[in-house]
């Protein structure tokens, strides 16, 4: 299957640069690459599915299909199964056809155990696909499975300047986009790979009953009829489905792109509160799922130096401030909480975390703009500690999310990456407690992730 980049560089929708710094951010903001490049406003969200749907050889699930989403029939999913396979119900057409969305091919077992539900046969579950983002949204909004705060838009400024590397060109495995073409050329590759496209379309199309994988009723067998139809005319296959069963086709009228911004989230920050007691109860569901408790720190190695050793040569994002977290906790035994923020906008956003209680922390994002020991870290480039009779209002929400009571301090340790702060430590300790092997954790945190930022980008 080609690759994302290689898709969205082959038909000129971006460049070899915009990539690169797409697969910076998503070391730092995790999420899928096709996420990081709507934040970074590369792409918009219906550009993006429906290159989704050439790379699977779906059909891409536009806004427009959202919007017309039947209600009764996706109350008819449950929340576990919907959440389990990402898939969002969109309408049933003249057919018996239930078409939903996902972020990609759903295994035949789930789309039997999704047909079951939705009372059909699984030769009956077409399966488009769609963005990351759209489909978060929609789980949310149907069936009231709460986005993380990755999956909401930052507040102010959401694009930070990643920092450039020298990197080699970008290889694409297996790829005939092996570097780019002159722009004349591959302007004129994609004006006559759509021409025809549009010519195949209408035979296409006349296939897509027979296109559907079919599963057998105890779900252990699979077979497709015809060849899979060219992802480029995939988008229209949703249309189609409706019209030529005698039913209207889905409306091409433009989105209300206002609309759609007036019903976006934001991420919460520490410093509101939730106004009703269901917002209470659903903001302490997120907050078991999204931020990981640390495993013992007699995992790390025996000294400091061999411990920011391991830090640096980590090849994962995750397996990096697990590292991080576990020798803070290790070298640094009045240690009470940590949590790992990573800039996002105007937001500081916790990413993984423990306290010496052991309980789950809660989804922690601390504003930027607001006075603070995280903004002066971040401006001053330099670690600040308080004691918490001197701390800010800011400061001290940030040690009640940590859990954290008593006469304690406060300690912000800033993480360059390339000459910027892209993540912050926030310590919790007990007051003039020492804190010199904080310093070269940082550097071997940054040292990491500008590893993993320049090898991505190759």
């Not at 006469?407 to 910027?420: T, W, Y």
Request: aromatic residues 4%; negative net charge; hydrophobic residues 45%.
């Amino acid at each position: 299957m080609a690759r994302l980049g290689e898709l969205l560089v082959a038909t000129t929708l971006l460049t070899l640069e915009q990539i690169e710094q797409a697969l910076r951010a998503q070391v730092m903001w995790g999420g899928r690459l096709g996420t990081n490049l709507i934040e970074l406003g590369f792409l918009d969200l219906d550009q993006l599915s429906t290159t989704l749907g050439r790379q699977h050889q779906l059909p891409a699930a536009l806004a427009r299909h959202f919007d017309m989403a039947d209600v009764a029939v996706q109350r008819k999913l449950s929340p576990e199964l919907a959440e389990k396979y990402a898939a969002v119900p969109l309408m049933k057409v003249a057919s018996g056809k239930i078409i939903i969305a996902s972020l990609g091919v759903i295994d035949p077992r789930g789309v039997a155990s999704i047909a079951n539900e939705l009372e059909v046969t699984p030769v009956h579950v077409v399966v488009s696909v769609a963005a990351e983002l759209r489909i978060r949204y929609h789980l949310e909004r149907g069936f009231g499975i709460l986005r993380g705060a990755r999956f909401l838009r930052s507040r102010g400024k959401t694009i930070p300047p990643f920092p450039a590397f020298v990197t080699e060109e970008l290889n694409f495995e297996d790829s005939a986009v092996s570097s780019p073409l002159p722009i004349e050329q591959r302007a004129a590759l994609a004006e006559m790979h759509e021409r025809v496209l549009v010519e195949e379309a209408a035979e296409e199309l006349a296939q897509v009953d027979d296109s559907i994988p079919a599963v057998a009723d105890d779900g252990a067998t699979v077979k497709t009829a015809v060849p899979p139809m060219r992802p480029s005319t995939l988008a229209l296959t949703l249309e189609s489905l409706g019209a030529r069963h005698g039913e209207p086709a889905i409306s091409n009228e433009p989105v209300d792109e206002q609309a759609l911004r007036d019903r976006r989230k934001y991420v919460r920050v520490i410093s509101d509160q939730p106004s009703t007691e269901s917002e209470r109860r659903k903001l302490g569901r997120i907050a078991i799922r999204r931020v990981t408790v640390t495993q013992p720190s007699s995992a790390v190695a025996a000294t400091l130096g061999e411990a920011t050793r391991a830090i640096r040569r980590s090849t994962d994002r995750d397996k990096v401030v697990e590292l991080v977290l576990l020798t803070l906790e290790k070298f640094i035994p009045s240690l009470e909480a940590a949590v790992m923020l990573v800039l996002r906008g105007e937001i500081a956003i916790g990413w993984k975390g423990f306290s010496s209680g052991g309980q789950a922390l809660p989804e922690i994002a601390v504003p930027l703009e607001l006075p603070g020991l995280i903004p002066r870290a971040i401006h001053g480039q330099a670690t600040v500690r308080g004691a918490s009779s001197e701390l800010e209002e800011i400061d001290r929400l940030l040690l009640t999310s940590l859990g954290v009571t008593g006469d304690k301090e406060l300690i912000v340790v800033p993480v360059m990456i390339a000459g910027q702060v892209m993540l912050t430590m926030a310590l919790v300790a007990a007051p003039e407690c020492s804190i010199h092997s904080t310093e070269s954790i940082a550097v071997a945190t940054g040292a990491a992730f500008a590893r993993l930022m320049r090898d991505a980008s190759r």
